[in-house]
């Protein structure tokens, strides 16, 4: 079959779709974006979290054919995302069910290959990866990388956590990265890049007066 | 290589700040890994690649009588399907230490999940259906599921005719392995206990559960090699297991490390490496196999389940008399790395303890249940679990405070170890036991609010069980001393290769290893090393491939201690070529560079003064000093087969854990409140990076006393819980807060003085959080994971 659906801004059509495909198997496979990732393929690690109309899904428990005509957001483009939704306000992309950019607006922004594939996150606060979502900076920053599997699927949820609770308590944090497993961590870093997240937010707010 | 997608690419990190060893620098991988960029092993892709599939075992032991694979290759889409009868070499078999694992199986299978056919296609269903459509005539046999099955008189046994190393000296043909520690006179010492405690423990198998399924990318080349692209620990040893199977030259299997999602040890085996390598060259095209999780469950070995009888004694003022010990591992179907395991936990069953009078066997065992082999930890981690239960019941039948106790007993530097090995760096044992224990306590009721309970603080959480009622905290405390690096004689040792360039006006520095970056953060501390080494800011760290020596595997704590050895081995042979040239050039100008010892900082050649000598962008000019060596720590010693005396650990790492936790004692339900650790690293090169391995270690020790365990049916020997639903790992609600106290005291036999750290945590974290419940139970508690019926009796 064919499924025709927008991701990260841009609409995608794939071809030759089995009817039993899940929405993560189109993204990695046909689409060329495996940033999400297949950890269990069973909806019980959380790596493969994406937003679907705005509300974090995991990818791997969507069959391909329900996206039919739908909005995906995934960690490919988180960037853009909170980007649109820190210049428009409210959600990036319209996803979160009308408010914030039309779909014709979101339709001119997708995500963006960085080039070299050379990174130089090392860069202590002067990262030339300006187009860093603050969650994906506050990651790198707080030492809540490493092996990086759950990485995606944590970023997409903790973004959405922040979108609607700017200051979360730890135990708010804690419930809503219920559903992301990580193996490396032990979650104490995380924790971190969250709450250093939601702080550089709310300095920026504070300092801008809004 | 053309037409493969996301293969690894350099990491290039500049930077604004020092950012030499002791600095949090930030991953050079990060920004790749938060963009969903990094091109981990399942991400590959090949225009025209099939899909590969493994079909396994039903059954745990059976005699094959018939494989039948014409429906499947009848299948459209299915491009090959391979059994034991397709491999094209004599050489069937591979493995670790002993090659007893068949490549597909031989007319037997000897546990559940255990490869037998392979099949390709065009998608990944078509070549799981095709799977599906295998006829295999299983006439199955009786199981050997612990040790009084394996060892009966008419055991079936595993490997009939062994004729590995092992096999002369094991009393048994279904024992892998046996060593026995023995020193001083333990029955003699017995008369001396005011005190004799014993305890029989049960520790449960777990799985590394790594959140990157094992996978990779076979592309056949014109040259009749084979291009792998796989996530595993150790490229070197894959490829001394590879080539011989495919009956290639080593040189024609050119590996790549892709981005590992994870590893824990269960990487150190091969999975999809040899399959991937045989339908590729098989169809002529490039294959990709994933397995999902289900399958990674049977991909991988396990932690070793063990059976550990302990016999402790002391004097009435707590001084410790003498120990016996035996520990069973259970090895599984194949030897993996059940030898060294056994090493491991013989060696240090007496944990941080002075005890000069130990009668230790431990023991591996060849059974029909899932393999077992390396996980953080190996072998250290069963037997902290027994002697830190042991230390508690002893401190109890002394009337001692436990912590007293172990710090009455605790080894130090110059202790003389079980084997007659002098501990010759520092031993702070009670030291990290006192500072564990002065962290401050979290406040009692640490759920009530002003609005009530917060039930997310308490046992059972948002299923709203208690408000309180019934709830009882307890506190417990464990050490534990790990190895670090591979022990027992082998030659462990890393290669480096440095090249210094000046790249548009800066001079550079590149490393390449071939060590795999798992997780760690190795590559981080690759470039810190180069920049205090060559006093350069930008470094470029290579994808680690064949084409350089190997780096020893990224196991036993010994990365950032060996090849970071070796990455500074060749900087300062960089650097001596440096200086060279720069004494060659501009000698004349200042006697400095005859007299004095000179560095390389900031981009010059300073004298250790601190006087500039020369910019290093003209002393290289357009000339680039590239070096490539290898690199080893002291060597090692085996241990003797009948008294386990031998210089056989090159270093050693110490953790304590302090659990707090709150049990729902009607209910049985745990919380862990608090697992405050304090851990020795002798040099902290990157204490971001130290403090988030102790965190992860710790979570994994956490995982094994509440949740974890594989459950293997001792029946039938099949596998009862393989999947995310119900193999349990913690999620960041099962987490404590884990404070962390580093001590650095150096290691002068290792660079900059640093100790391994990444498997330290894990042991302690166990023992603490079942010492923690023990105390607000009352209840002995004696198996891992500990279950709700464990403490409700029902």
């Given amino acids: 079959m064919r499924v025709k659906f927008t991701v990260n801004g841009r609409e995608q059509t794939a071809d030759d779709v089995w009817e039993g495909e899940s929405l993560l198997y189109v993204l990695r496979e046909r689409m060329g974006l495996p940033g999400s990732k297949n950890a269990c393929e069973q909806g019980e690690c959380g790596s493969c979290t994406v937003r679907l109309d705005g509300v974090p899904v995991c990818s791997c428990l969507v069959a391909a054919g329900q996206v039919e005509g739908r909005e995906v957001v995934t960690v490919e483009g988180l960037a853009d995302f909170a980007r649109q939704r820190a210049e428009h306000g409210g959600c990036g992309a319209g996803v979160c069910g009308g408010k914030g950019t039309t779909l014709d607006e979101a339709k001119g922004w997708a995500a963006k290959p960085t080039g070299t594939g050379d990174s130089q996150a090392g860069e ?87 | 290589m053309a037409g493969v997608t996301r293969t690894p690419t350099n990491l290039t990190q500049g930077s604004k700040t020092p950012a030499g060893i002791g600095a949090s620098t930030l991953r050079p991988d990060g920004t790749l890994k938060v963009t969903g960029e990094f091109a981990y092993s399942s991400d590959m892709w090949h225009e025209d690649m099939l899909w590969g599939f493994t079909l396994r075992s039903t059954v745990a032991h059976a005699e094959i009588r ?37 490549v597909l199986a031989n007319g037997r299978v000897r546990h559940h999940g255990e490869p037998v056919a392979l099949v390709a296609a065009d998608h990944p269903e078509t070549a799981r259906r095709a799977a599906a459509k295998i006829k295999i005539d299983y006439a199955e046999l009786p199981v050997v599921t612990d040790e009084a099955s394996a060892t009966a008189e008419d055991a079936p046994l595993l490997h009939p005719g062994r004729k590995d190393h092992h096999a002369g000296h094991v009393p048994h043909p279904n024992i892998v392995h046996r060593q026995p520690i023995i020193r001083g006179n333990a029955d003699e010492a017995a008369k001396r206990a005011d005190v004799i405690v014993t305890g029989e423990y049960d520790f449960g198998m777990q799985d590394q559960a790594f959140l990157g399924p094992e996978s990779g990318l076979a592309v056949p080349a014109e040259d009749g090699g084979v291009d792998l692209y796989v996530a595993t620990q150790w490229l070197h040893s894959d490829l001394r297991q590879i080539a011989p199977v495919l009956g290639l030259p080593p040189e024609k299997v050119r590996m790549t490390l892709s981005g590992v999602g994870g590893a824990f040890g269960g990487r150190e085996d091969l999975s999809m490496q040899i399959h991937g390598c045989l339908l590729a060259l098989r169809t002529g095209k490039p294959v990709k196999i994933v397995y999902n999780r289900f399958e990674s469950f049977f991909g991988h070995v396990h932690r070793h389940s063990a059976k550990l009888w302990y016999e402790h004694g002391a004097t009435k003022d707590g001084k410790l008399t003498h120990l016996k010990c035996r520990i069973v591992l259970d090895g599984g179907a194949y030897a993996s790395a059940s030898p060294a395991v056994v090493g491991n936990a013989s060696s240090l069953a007496v944990g941080p303890y002075v005890v000069d009078d130990v009668d230790i066997e431990a023991i591996a065992l060849y059974t029909n249940n899932p393999p077992c082999g390396a996980m953080r930890g190996f072998g250290a981690v069963q037997a902290c679990f027994a002697y830190e239960a042991q230390m508690d019941k002893l401190a109890k039948a002394l009337d001692m405070d436990p912590v007293e106790l172990r710090q009455r007993n605790a080894m130090e530097q110059g202790t003389l170890l079980p084997t007659g090995q002098v501990v010759d760096s520092p031993a702070p044992v009670a030291e990290l036991l006192r500072r564990v224990k002065a962290m401050p306590l979290p406040p009692e009721n640490q759920w009530e609010t002003t609005e009530g309970a917060d039930v997310r603080a308490l046992p059972g959480g948002l299923s709203n069980t208690t408000h309180g009622e019934g709830v009882v905290r307890g506190i417990g405390y464990a050490v534990g001393i790990k190895n670090v690096g591979f022990s ?86 960089v650097r001596e070529q440096v200086l060279q040239k720069g004494r060659l050039k501009f000698g004349t100008y200042h ?14 050649v300073v004298t250790d003064g601190g006087e500039v000598l020369a910019d290093i962008v003209d002393v290289l000019g357009e000339e680039s000093v590239e070096v490539e060596l290898e690199w080893r720590h002291r060597p090692t010693e085996a241990f003797d087969l009948e008294t386990g005396q031998g210089n056989g650990h090159v270093q050693y790492s110490f953790a304590a854990h302090r659990a707090v936790v709150e049990v729902d004692t009607e209910l049985g339900l745990v919380k862990v409140i608090e697992l405050a650790c304090a851990q020795d690293v002798g040099k902290a090169l990157n204490p971001l990076s130290v403090v988030g391995q102790i965190q992860g270690g710790t979570t994994q020790g956490l995982g094994v006393a509440v949740m ?13 819980n393989p999947s995310f639903t119900d193999y349990l790992i913690p999620t960041i609600l099962d987490t404590p807060t884990i404070p962390v106290d580093v001590l650095e005291l150096a290691d002068e036999h290792a660079p900059y003085g640093l100790r391994g750290i990444g498997e330290a945590p894990t042991l302690s974290s166990t023992p603490a959080v079942l010492s923690a419940i023990r105390a607000a139970t009352g209840l002995a508690l004696t198996k891992t994971p500990v279950r709700p019926e464990h403490l409700t009796g029902t």
């Fill in chain 1, 124 to 210: 202590q606060g002067t990262s030339p990866h300006t187009a860093l979502s603050p969650i994906q900076q506050a990651f790198i920053d707080a030492g809540a990388v490493q092996c990086g599997f759950c990485t995606p699927g944590l970023l997409v949820a903790a973004d959405e956590l922040l979108e609607r609770n700017n200051q979360p308590s730890d135990a708010d944090i804690r419930e809503a990265l219920s559903g992301n497993l990580c193996r490396c961590t032990g979650y104490e870093k995380i924790l971190d890049a969250v709450r250093l997240a939601a702080a550089r937010g709310e300095s920026e707010t504070a300092g801008t007066g809004a």
């Fill in chain 2, 66 to 102: 018939s494989i039948d694979t014409s429906e499947a290759l009848a299948q459209a889409g299915v491009y090959a399907v391979l059994t034991y009868d397709d491999l094209p070499t004599a050489v069937k078999n591979y493995g670790l230490e002993i090659q007893d694992t068949p």
């Fill in chain 2, 488 to 573: 027992e004689g082998f030659d462990d040792y890393s290669t480096a290769r440095v090249r210094m360039e000046v790249i548009n006006g800066e001079p550079v520095a590149t490393v390449h290893t071939a060590m795999a970056e798992v997780g760690q953060g190795g590559v981080t501390v690759h470039a810190q090393i180069a920049r205090t080494e060559l006093g350069v800011q930008q470094v470029t760290i290579q994808p680690a491939d064949t084409q350089v020596g190997s780096a020893g595997s990224t196991s036993a704590s010994r990365q950032t201690y060996v090849t970071g050895g070796a990455v500074k081995n060749s900087c300062e042979a």
């Fill in chain 2, 591 to 604: 006697p400095a560079w005859a007299t004095a010892e000179l560095l390389l900082e900031g981009g010059k």
């Fill in chain 2, 708 to 720: 974890e365990e594989i459950v293997v049916d001792p029946k039938t020997a099949k596998v009862r």
